[in-house]
């Protein structure tokens, strides 16, 4: 199993002014990644352009997460918070009580594990 997370972030979320704040959301979190411990991953477009920015947490054999309506300023923290306790967790579905804020408002979806 690999244990690095994975953390996709849409760089084409644009604000409402035209500004392309997914690539510059995907910037930020480059400068302030753990290298060691997650995989950032440029994506073109997840197609839920109504929340932006919008980035997936995943793991391998663990639920996937899609989470969107952050915002570089101020969310960077709580999604590292939140990857920290998704990785502990056994099944990528830590408690409810233990996801942040932005997890548990800007949840867009969330898809099991795939199938071997």
């Known amino acids: 199993m690999n244990d690095k997370v994975k953390l996709q ?25 753990d290298k060691e411990k997650i995989n950032l991953q440029p994506v073109e477009c997840f197609a839920v352009c109504k929340r932006q920015c919008t980035v997936a947490v995943s793991q391998e054999g663990k639920w996937l997460y899609m989470i969107g309506d952050l915002k570089a300023e101020k969310d960077i923290p709580a999604l590292f ?5 998704y990785a502990a967790s056994p099944n990528g579905r830590p408690p409810i009580i233990e996801r942040p804020d932005i997890v548990q408002k800007g949840t867009i979806a969330r898809l099991p594990p795939a199938l071997k």
């Open 9 to 33: 972030v849409c760089i084409t979320c644009l604000s409402d002014n035209k500004e392309n704040i997914g690539a510059d959301f995907y910037d930020e979190l480059e400068q302030q990644i």
């Open 81 to 85: 918070e939140y990857i920290r306790v």
